[in-house]
């Protein structure tokens, strides 16, 4: 009978929580109250989030969503000193869109730091900083450098999309920073690493101080970063592009001696200048108005560069900040609170000098005049190449984060329960500033390279005897750099600024609290409710000489737009079952979330989340979750601009995908000859056939086009998991996560190589028609890439986590961490109906990645030691058929593998990084360490398109890195 009246008690219980479900439509959000009460210590809280003004409580191994968090203990056991760096360290992290070693990068965003969940984007990734959100750029990047490490208390990642709770950009997770705050006295840290090849060093100190009373409390600090840059040409891992075994095959074939053929020859006769020295560009060449001194055709390889010798491996930044944040009760139920922060990052990159022709901007040609003073063929126009290796490219970036934000919060109670509400303004505002040297003023250039004469006192003047032109300096363009003077150098060279701000002012109230107890102590129903109203606003705007096309700069044109949301949310808490027996605890979470943008409609969300513990000891949780990110003011109205991709052509009998029939046949199709050696070869700017995959084009393309009628991104995420704690083993906990996303409509900035890809392999005549090809020499030209709603992402996989508090022994504390990602798919689609690519397995996209760790701690010392393993993967070969050059498994093939037959699987790779920490007699403490203990160094690979000079994974290390910190507390 009892049994029978347990039964019946639990069929009650749920008829009426889900009557209740039922009654109140649209329902709530997580809380973990119960949970909280359950184990306090356990118990953490995810601060008040803007979007919505939820305060969602979650103590990771007891909450319906997973969550992870990294406390500042973590992060002073890692050595670094970069959010973004802590952030990569992440299983669930993918590759970088924007690295340290993307120097060739031309994007804004380029010198700050990102975190790419689940390899969804950077951009579907909503960061928060104390709750609000955060700045982010014209393309909806956060950059994560502009916030110091040293302020940080800790960072929650809730690691499934949120967009319900949060609204736009939170489809992959959410990443939300805690800064310090209530903070009594004074502290002081230090940090210096470098290298162990003597370069990449890196600084960190901050100064905080803190008073927290009865009433009040305030918080100052300031802190100060530098990371110095990696030369590539200290390392042969990066001084040659695809690396020390295929040296020459990464060198430009614009060097930097004069080359030129003229225009009156019909066969284009090719003359180079004689010099001395090769492809290091260290030489003297010969005297450059005698026709004699010049040699026909390129020679392979000593008229050749390897642009690497003047490029940064990794670039370096400088950032400074300040940070105050205060509080005061103005009595017992309203708390006025205000936060206020600014920080500056200064960037420099520096590119091999700007490898010029006639044609570097089809639209504005430049010729050697047949009256110049230093043509070789006098009266004869030329036609020109020559890298200038004595100018090289530098860009210097100054970004500058503004915030504010201010509110009133308080409580009420409402009969038994207790009642919490907010109001607050947050405002947020990005400037970036870049000044350019390098590249080359056209209308300067034309003019330098015009009718000159050797004057009366014997100096080369521009113009002519009858008409000499003032303020003109003539220019030995042919003659090398050694004929280079620097009054020549200045002349032509162009520099320029361009500046973009984002600009974001949000209003927000929230109001939040229990609404009433549930039956038979299941607890108490719970809601959240509130309107936000958020306006964006931003711009661009390019160096007004090289938007129109009068340097040898990428042109672009001016970004300007806005717009605005509105959006209103609710969320309802139902506990269901307590302490019964199979169901120790049951509740489940809904939100809903409805946003009206200005410029595109309206959208609504919901997520749903339950949390079941059958017995104390374990936890069976599960979320489904709708999202949607919006297009951002880059997406909707970007100007576009010129680039020059590398890219690999399909149709390379050496290095393109003619081992495939679909492949073989539409090339053949466009004329192109698919004989093995002897048929159509992708050149390079001397017409030669290039010597490796992924070369850099030779004419412009065109990208980054807006487009007003884009449409949101729509996703469906789905977790199911199980924490497990055995109470028989104290301090033990296992976790198990299976996640699903799928993206829809996604927003897509395309590349060369996926354009020429979908034409050729998959047959889809949107991107046929993206693109054509020279008549004469076959060569693609004039191929656009812009922005489009097209085709989907999903991905899926498990996450395995293990934590295990050893009990304390007279040997020290020891804590083992293990934490792991396996990928099971990455699939992504160009357009509904067009076949899925499974990326898993394929660089960027390894099945396996994992940290382990072991903590030890007896009385003042501790220790640490961590190992960080990234998963085997197929990278495409460099050759193959014709020969077979580093390809272990030759016969692969797959529709998902788009480097045609052949693959190079490369092995797994495991980093191992110790410290060791000391606390001092005078509440300080100092650390030492080092990261990539043996050494290892990260393998070439030909598919990487992360780093610009040699192909190496930018997330890896370099080689060992050493660094001490110090930290006094006043």
């Known amino acids: ?48 989030v803007t979007v919505t003004g939820s305060r ?123 800064l310090k705050d209530h903070y009594n006295g ?25 008073s927290t009373g009865d009433k009040s409390s305030v918080v100052f600090s300031a802190s100060y970063n530098k990371t110095d840059p990696v030369w590539a040409n200290e390392r042969d891992l990066t001084d040659f592009t695809y690396g020390p075994d295929h040296k020459t095959d990464s060198l430009s074939a614009t060097g930097p001696w004069g080359r030129f053929y003229s225009l009156n020859d019909p066969n284009q006769t090719t003359y180079v200048l004689n010099h001395t020295g090769s492809w290091n560009g260290i030489g003297v060449g010969a005297d450059a108005t005698q026709l004699s001194n010049y040699h026909q055709g390129v020679n392979q390889y000593d008229d050749y560069f390897n642009p690497s010798e003047e490029m940064m491996a990794q670039l370096g930044s400088e950032l400074k900040s300040i940070f105050t944040q205060a509080s005061y009760n103005l009595n017992d139920y309203v708390t ?49 190449y020559r890298r200038l290796v004595e100018l090289p490219r530098v860009s210097n970036e100054s970004a500058k984060s503004y915030h504010f934000d201010a509110g009133f919060e308080g409580s009420f109670d409402v009969g038994s329960h207790t009642w919490n509400w907010d109001t607050a303004f947050d405002y947020n505002k990005f400037d970036v500033s870049t000044v350019g040297t390098g590249n080359l003023n056209l209308f300067n250039l034309q003019k330098a390279l015009g009718p000159s004469f050797m004057n009366s006192a014997g100096v080369v003047q521009c113009g002519t005897a009858a008409a000499p032109i003032a303020n003109c300096v003539p220019f030995n363009i042919l003659g090398g750099p050694s004929a280079s003077t620097a009054a020549a150098l200045s002349y032509i060279d162009a520099l320029e600024q361009s500046n973009q701000e984002s600009l974001t002012k949000d209003y927000t109230a929230n109001i939040t609290g229990g609404l009433f107890d549930m039956p038979w102590g299941a607890g108490t129903l719970s809601f959240a409710a509130g309107y936000e109203h958020r306006q964006i606003s931003g711009y661009d705007h390019p160096d007004e000489l090289a938007s129109a096309g009068y340097t040898t700069d990428l042109a672009a044109n001016p970004t300007v737009g806005n717009y605005h949301t509105d959006e209103v949310y609710v969320e309802f808490n139902i506990p269901v079952l307590k302490d019964l027996p199979g169901a120790k605890e049951l509740s489940f979470d809904v939100a809903s979330r409805y946003s009206h943008y200005n410029n595109f409609g309206s959208t609504t969300n919901n997520k749903y989340s339950f949390l079941w513990k059958p017995i104390d000891d374990l936890i069976v949780r599960g979320t489904f979750a709708h999202g949607f990110r919006a297009p951002t003011l880059a997406d909707t109205f970007g100007g576009g601009s010129q680039t020059f991709d590398y890219y690999t052509d399909p149709c390379d009998v050496q290095f393109g995908s003619t081992t495939n ?16 050696v002897t048929g159509f070869h992708q050149t390079d700017a001397a017409g030669n056939n290039v ?59 395309i590349s060369a190589d996926y354009v020429l890809d979908q034409c050729y392999q998959y047959n889809v005549q949107f991107y046929c028609n993206s693109f054509s090809r020279d008549p004469a020499t076959g060569q693609v030209i004039g191929l656009e890439r812009g922005n489009a709603n097209l085709g989907s992402l999903s991905t899926s ?45 394929q660089f960027g996209f390894p099945h396996f990645r994992a940290n382990a760790g072991v903590d030890w701690q007896l009385g003042d010392w501790g220790a640490t030691w961590d190992l960080r393993y990234y998963g085997e993967f ?29 693959a190079n699987r490369k092995g797994a790779i495991v980093y191992n990084d110790a410290q060791v920490r000391y606390q001092l007699p005078w509440n300080g403490s100092i650390a030492v360490g080092a990261r990539d203990i043996f050494d290892k160094h990260p393998p070439i690979v030909y598919s990487s398109a992360g780093s610009s000079t040699g192909l190496v994974d930018p997330t890896l290390d370099l080689g060992r890195y050493f660094y001490v910190q110090y930290n006094q507390k006043f």
């Open 691 to 749: 010597t490796g995959p992924d070369s850099q084009g030779t004419t412009p393309f065109y990208t980054g086009f807006g487009n007003s009628s884009l449409q949101p991104e729509y996703s469906l995420s789905r977790t199911a998991g199980l924490v497990y704690s055995p109470g028989y083993v104290p301090g033990l906990d296992f976790t198990l996560d299976y996640y699903k996303i799928l993206v829809r409509n996604v927003i897509t900035a």
């Open 874 to 902: 197929k990278d495409e070969c460099w050759s193959n058929p014709s020969p077979v050059i580093e390809c272990n498994e030759p016969n692969y093939n797959n529709s998902s593998w788009t480097y045609g037959q052949g």
């Open 336 to 384: 006025f609170k205000a936060t206020g922060m600014y920080s500056e990052r200064n960037s420099t990159t520096q590119t091999a000098g700007y490898p010029l022709n006639s044609l570097s901007q089809p639209g504005f040609p430049v010729y050697i005049s047949g009256q110049s003073y230093y043509n070789p063929m006098p009266g004869q126009d030329l036609f020109f």
């Open 797 to 841: 996989g498990f996450t395995f986590g293990v934590n295990y508090h050893l009990p304390e022994t007279s040997f020290g504390k020891f804590t083992f961490t293990f934490d792991t990602n396996y990928l099971k798919n990455y699939i992504q689609t160009s357009q509904p109906g067009a076949p899925g690519q499974d990326l898993a397995g």
């Open 661 to 676: 029939a679909t492949v073989a046949a539409n090339c053949r199709k466009a004329g192109l000859s698919t004989t093995p």
């Open 186 to 210: 004074a502290e002081f840290s230090g940090s210096v690493g470098q290298n162990q090849k003597g370069d990449g060093t890196q600084q960190a100190y901050s100064f905080t101080v803190g």
């Open 1 to 48: 009978m009892k049994l029978l009246d347990n039964k019946l008690t639990v069929a009650v219980r749920l008829a009426l929580s889900l009557g209740a479900l039922v009654a109140t439509g649209t329902v709530f959000a997580q809380d973990a109250s119960s949970s909280d009460q359950a184990n306090p210590q356990s118990a953490k809280k995810l601060e008040t």
């Open 56 to 178: 969602i409580r979650s103590a990771d191994i007891e909450t319906a969503q997973p969550v992870a968090t990294i406390t500042q203990a973590d992060i002073q056991k890692t050595g670094l000193v970069n959010v973004g760096d802590i952030l990569q360290n992440l299983t669930i992290a993918g590759q970088p869109t924007f690295s340290k070693a993307s120097v060739l990068l031309a994007n804004t965003e380029e010198g700050g730091q990102y975190v790419n969940l689940y390899n969804l984007g950077e951009q579907r990734v909503l960061i928060l900083v104390n709750g609000k959100r955060w700045m982010t750029s014209l393309a909806g990047f956060t950059d994560l450098s502009t916030i110091p490490a040293a302020l940080i208390d800790h960072i929650d990642v809730l690691k499934d999309g949120a967009s319900a709770v949060y609204g736009s950009d939170a489809i992959s997770g959410v990443v939300n920073i805690i």
